[in-house]
């Protein structure tokens, strides 16, 4: 299992930063991601994770309410939060 921590503004350049992690977990059963310090969520941050929920076997999201709130303004609330890690 490998965790990737989100930081508070997940806007393009978080996104870009922590890229690498994600690339450098795939192959692992699980990935969690912790982003329930996520205060603002960009576009890029959720094509990210989107992603992340087609490439890997198991990924739970710890979401903000920042996060769940623009999942759900775009439409991503069912495909991002259907797992949500305690």
Do not use: H, W, Y
């Amino acid at each position: 299992m490998t965790t990737i921590t989100l930081p508070a503004r997940c806007d393009r350049a978080a996104a870009m930063a922590l890229f690498p992690e994600f690339v450098a977990a795939i192959g692992a059963d699980v990935l969690d991601v912790d982003a329930r310090q996520a205060e603002q969520v960009g576009q890029a941050m959720l094509q990210l994770l989107a992603s992340a929920k087609s490439s890997f076997a198991l990924v739970r999201i710890a979401p903000s309410d920042k996060l769940r709130e623009a999942a759900r303004l775009t439409g991503l609330e069912n495909v991002l939060l259907d797992e949500v890690a305690k």
